[in-house]
């Protein structure tokens, strides 16, 4: 027998530091999306971030798993194994490499608002399934913003987000959760999170 698709949530980034607002998302994720998985995708470096003050690509992977700490999370290095820059072209090859799983991507507001600074920004949209989770501040940008405005009608009703990764994209969600303002420049401002040797 074959075995059915998995449901795996995608929440890609630089994880500089990963914090307890990632974690926050992939639980929510979890549950609201009824997804089986949570695959961290740590970017070896983000196009639209500088490179001074990222911290190295192996000390933010062990952070992330550190903070991920849960059986349904997992903390992958994907995307430098692919050698991909950009989140479309890491999608297209996430779907080609495994053809029988149903992938959402996961992100918060604040890179909604942002999101069409993105190359090919609106294959995301037509690769997979786009799950938004609110997030202090962003929110009233986010929704008003080129993204949404641009994907207006493919928006479902959170009541149907349990149904989102069997939806042929374009489809997105937008999410109230309990809201967790914790944010990775705030830890690196603090001194929460610095380069080996730094």
């Not at 798993?65 to 989140?87: C, L, M, N, Q, W």
């Not at 072209?89 to 909604?112: H, I, K, S, Y």
């Amino acid at each position: 027998m074959r075995r059915p698709a998995r449901r795996i949530g995608i929440l890609g980034g630089s994880f500089n530091p990963a914090h307890d607002g990632h974690r926050h998302i992939s639980l929510e994720a979890l549950k609201r999306l009824r997804l089986d998985e949570v695959w961290w995708l740590v970017s070896p470096q983000n196009p639209l971030k500088p490179q001074e003050g990222m911290a190295p690509f192996e000390d933010r992977i062990e952070k992330a798993k550190s903070v991920a700490d849960h059986p349904r999370i997992r903390v992958t290095d994907i995307e430098k194994g692919f050698g991909t820059t950009y989140t479309a072209e890491t999608l297209a090859r996430l779907c080609r490499r495994f053809p029988t799983q149903r992938f959402v991507w996961l992100m918060g507001a604040d890179n909604l608002s942002q999101i069409s600074r993105w190359s090919r920004w609106t294959r995301i949209f037509h690769t997979v399934p786009v799950a938004v989770f609110d997030r202090p501040s962003y929110s009233l940008g986010a929704l008003s913003g080129r993204a949404a405005r641009r994907f207006h009608r493919e928006r479902i009703k959170e009541s149907r987000a349990g149904r989102l990764a069997d939806m042929r994209p374009p489809a997105w969600v937008f999410l109230h959760t309990p809201l967790n303002a914790t944010s990775a420049t705030a830890l690196r401002a603090r001194g929460l999170f610095r380069r080996s040797g730094g």
